[in-house]
């Protein structure tokens, strides 16, 4: 038996498994599924437990750990989802919305004396509007073109703020305030309505609702009418146009929907950290970020939770390896290309689309043949 053909039924014994677990989870009733969404949301609000610091994060504080990089991670894996895997639209740029937010909190904050939740509020229509911009003249195109564009106008945000003294120029902003406290309110001996500079674990906590809230929109646009368009959109564009989709209303939504997660996750990251400058939004971010959504399984929620947790998460827990560690997690994503590209945990759409050759975004330019295909035809050339 090949290597090939030993990768390839270890992969499909692995999908068999996720499947039937899919399968069990679809037939489970209400009242069950329920109890573990309480379940698993009361698993996040115990993550900061001291007693998992000195194994989660041994060099690092693992409250400030899971506050950044892993929610904000997460949170932004989740509102890159929404455009590259489920309407297959590939964006460069994402960190540029994410910028929008941050700027909305500091300079709203600052300068016009408003609150944390009014910010948030005006930080995600800002961000929806700079979506809409953004896609208004570039969602016509496609594929390579398209990304090449939206990699452009994250550069263009992150420049513009560099080279603006309005908005503090390379300097940035500092004295960016915090959330409104209320004190009094304690759950696990922890004062969780309290935002100071000290204990990161109030901001967790606010990140946990947060993306909480994202997670069960984002999941009921998917179930909707919308969520079936971006499908039609992302497995073929010129299908869906003449099935009467109306294709660049739905990819701009998409955009928009997508640019307003990310402020939001701007807003709440900003006024954790209390200064920001144009060089906490490199393009490198962006790349970190479509790095966990394919790792995970684009397209399919809690594939993109384990990617983008595992992406921000091993390079802290291996701190202690130095330089070294980044090249341990290089070698660890080439492997899992390798070995498993469709993601750990990706939807069984995506994977069909996959295995028809669509390299797993839907058409992104070129057509890329599955791995399973190249196995195929070279069994069939050895017969």
């Known amino acids: 038996m090949s290597t090939n053909t030993t990768i390839s039924n270890g992969r499909n014994a692995f999908s068999s498994f996720i499947d039937g677990v899919r399968d069990r989870w679809a037939s489970a009733p209400s009242w069950q599924r329920w109890t573990l969404y309480v379940l698993l949301f009361i698993a996040a609000l115990l993550l900061p437990s001291e007693s998992l610091g000195p194994i989660m994060s041994p060099y690092s504080d693992w409250a400030s750990v899971l506050f950044f990089p892993i929610g904000t991670y997460v949170v ?3 509102g890159l989802n929404v455009v ?33 939740w009014e910010i948030l509020v005006v930080g995600v229509i800002l ?25 452009g106008f994250g550069e263009i945000v992150r420049q513009t703020a560099e080279n603006t003294d309005a908005i503090g120029g390379p300097r940035g902003i500092a004295g960016i305030p915090h959330p409104p406290s209320i004190d009094g309110v304690s759950i696990f001996g ?7 500079l000290l204990d990161p674990r ?20 998917e179930k909707s009418r919308v969520g079936r368009a971006w499908a039609a959109i992302r497995e073929d564009e010129d299908a869906a146009e003449v099935m ?11 955009f928009a929907i997508g640019a307003s997660i990310g402020g939001a996750m701007g807003v709440v990251w900003a006024s954790k950290t209390i200064s920001i400058n144009p060089n906490d939004f490199l393009f490198m971010l962006s790349a ?37 560690r980044i090249m341990v997690f290089g070698a660890v994503l080439v492997a899992l290309m390798i070995f498993r590209p469709e993601g750990l945990l990706p939807s069984r759409r995506r994977r069909a689309e996959l295995a028809e050759g669509t390299g797993g975004m839907g058409a992104m330019g070129a057509e890329v043949p599955a791995p399973d295909a190249h196995t195929a035809a070279a069994e069939g050339a050895a017969k």
């Open 76 to 78: 932004l894996a989740i």
């Open 84 to 116: 590259v895997g489920q309407a297959g639209l590939l964006d460069l740029g994402y960190v540029a919305f994410f910028a929008i937010g941050g700027y909305s909190m500091a300079l709203l904050g600052t300068r016009m004396g408003l609150n944390f």
């Open 127 to 151: 961000s929806a509007v700079s979506g809409v911009v953004l896609g208004g003249p570039t969602l016509r195109l496609r594929g390579d073109y398209l990304a090449i564009v939206t990699l």
């Open 190 to 196: 922890v004062d969780i309505l309290h935002y100071g």
């Open 202 to 221: 109030p901001y967790y906590y606010l990140l946990v609702v947060v993306a909480t809230a994202i997670i069960i929109f984002v999941k009921r646009w």
């Open 244 to 254: 009467g989709v109306p294709t660049f209303k739905f990819k701009l939504l998409a």
């Open 288 to 324: 970190t970020i479509l790095a966990a959504v394919v790792m995970g399984g684009s397209g399919n929620i809690p594939g993109v939770i384990l990617g983008a947790f595992l992406v921000a998460w091993l390079p802290e827990r291996f701190r202690g390896l130095s330089e070294y």
